[in-house]
């Protein structure tokens, strides 16, 4: 009887033990993914990295105008359009001369009566195109993203009040030195501007990161004036952190042929303009 009975404890016991892994398969897999679900989506709620890779798309392009507006009224400002890609990972600098014409008015003067704003608006009519968004630098809040970019060996042209002709460093001050100096002829200081920056950017003296753009914006946000707000660049973090996870990116810039001269105003024909929008992307 007693060997009976035991046999029989363990026919009872098997069919139970695989009825409770076949339990623990059903109930429990579905279980488990929602609880890895649900510490996935509160890790990336807390910061945390988590396995998504980021895909730039169309959305994150974006176009900005920037001016700089010297401290000394009597200097002259200076205009640039820059166009990113992300999926590409490029920016394009697009300097604008002061003496580029709106319809009969200059930039220049166009800029003087009314601000960014109405640069905005003149440079969307202009160059047939959309400013997603706008910065005004004044001498700190410049000097705080050339310092940040690293600087820029250039080879600075004879005759410019102040500054050493040669191939040499220049840091943020000798950089305002040189894009505002009055000794520079405005076609030949245009180049100059987008070459510098474009440059800096591309990294010729310093590899420029994520980390340093970041660290620029937190320190220039509250000195300039824009229409970037903290939701704009935390929308546009993890393009900004694609872009420069590589190397591989791009900057340059592109000067846009202009008819025309100082004294009457220069203007872009529809030739140029298709061309320069073919080259940088500009929409």
């Known amino acids: 009887m007693a060997l009976f009975k035991k046999r029989k404890k363990e026919s009872v016991a098997i069919p139970f033990l695989i009825s409770m892994v076949i339990t623990l398969l059903v109930i429990g897999i579905p279980v488990f993914t929602l609880y890895n679900q649900k510490v996935n989506k509160s890790s990336a709620n807390n910061g945390e990295i988590t396995d998504t890779v980021f895909m730039p798309t169309e959305d994150n392009d974006t176009t900005i ?7 000394d009224k009597s200097l002259r400002p200076s205009f640039m359009i820059l166009r990113t890609s992300a999926m590409s990972r490029t920016f394009t600098f697009i ?11 200059k930039m220049i003067n166009i800029f003087k009566k009314g601000g960014i704003i109405e640069l905005t608006k003149a440079v969307n009519k202009t160059f047939d195109t959309k400013i997603d968004r706008y910065v005004n630098f004044d001498d700190k809040s410049l000097s705080i993203l050339c310092d940040t970019l690293g600087g820029i060996n250039f080879n600075v042209p004879e005759g410019l009040k102040g500054l050493n002709a040669g191939t040499q460093f220049l840091d943020s001050t000798f950089i305002i030195k040189l894009i505002t100096n009055p000794k520079y002829a405005e076609d030949a200081r245009t180049v100059a501007t987008g070459n510098l920056f474009a440059d800096m950017l591309g990294g010729t003296s310093t590899k ?4 340093m753009i970041e660290y620029a914006y937190t320190k220039d946000i509250d000195l300039v004036e824009t229409d ?6 935390d929308n546009q973090k993890s393009a900004i952190e694609y872009m420069f996870s590589s190397t591989q990116y791009v900057s340059t810039y592109r000067v846009p042929a202009a008819k025309g001269n100082a004294e009457q105003g220069l203007t872009l024909d529809k030739d140029t303009l ?5 080259d940088s992307g500009l929409k």
């Open 95 to 105: 300097p604008v001369s002061n003496d580029l014409l709106c319809g009969s008015e």
């Open 65 to 71: 105008l920037f001016s700089y507006t010297p401290d």
């Open 208 to 211: 420029i990161s994520a980390d």
């Open 274 to 278: 298709k061309q320069l929008k073919a």
């Open 228 to 233: 970037i707000t903290a939701l704009d660049y």
